[in-house]
């Protein structure tokens, strides 16, 4: 059974940084492409920046230059950095991973980021 556990999430001020972390279990991680994703309230759920296998990085034309995704293959985490936030930045921040070797994806149950004064 694959889980994935988020942290990290929580209030800070525009300007400010935070550091999101996922813990993934019951999967192949170095086999696997991870994405963070985000959800504000009455919006639907986008793309922040995804990371492959063999660590090639996409992201958001909105968090360019401002958030890093990296990966701990030995760890089992992915890590999304988030530096110069926005109020706009706040969402419910969710992993998501999709295993190279199946055409399955998963999800965890999301960290909520806050961004205000």
């Known amino acids: 059974q694959v889980q994935l556990v988020e942290s990290g999430g929580g209030l800070v001020q525009p300007g400010g940084s935070l550091r999101l972390s996922c813990v993934v279990s019951?999967?192949?991680?170095?086999?696997?492409?991870m994405g963070w994703y985000r959800q504000a309230p009455g919006k639907q759920r986008d793309l922040v920046a995804n990371?492959?296998?063999?660590?090639?990085?996409n992201y958001a034309d909105s968090v360019k230059g401002r958030f890093t995704i990296s990966r701990d293959d030995p760890k089992n985490t992915v890590y999304l950095q988030m530096n110069s936030l926005k109020p706009e930045d706040t969402a419910v921040y969710y992993c998501?991973?999709?295993?190279?070797?199946?055409?399955?994806?998963?999800w965890g149950q999301g960290t909520q980021v806050t961004v205000s004064s």
């Open positions: 998501n991973s999709r295993p190279d070797y199946s055409r399955k994806e998963y």
């Open positions: 019951g999967s192949i991680f170095s086999l696997t492409a």
């Open positions: 990371i492959t296998s063999g660590g090639h990085t």
